[in-house]
């Protein structure tokens, strides 16, 4: 199914993005708008495995 394969790949970006963002919060020289761009796509990735999760359990039943 295209949509479980999108929502495998999007549960993979999540989890690089919380990595990179957990490395540049230990890194005191990271730039704040590179923490804060960081945040903004982790939280945009979530809403979109969110949606996708909705939409895939409203299939379902």
Known sequence: MAVQAHLVEL???HK???TQLHEA???LSTDDLRIVELKR???MVRDEIERL????S????
């Open 41 to 43: 796509k982790k939280l």
């Open 16 to 18: 690089v993005l919380e």
């Open 58 to 61: 409203d299939t379902v039943h």
């Open 53 to 56: 999760r909705h939409v895939v």
């Open 11 to 13: 549960e993979r970006k």
């Open 25 to 27: 919060l230990v890194h």
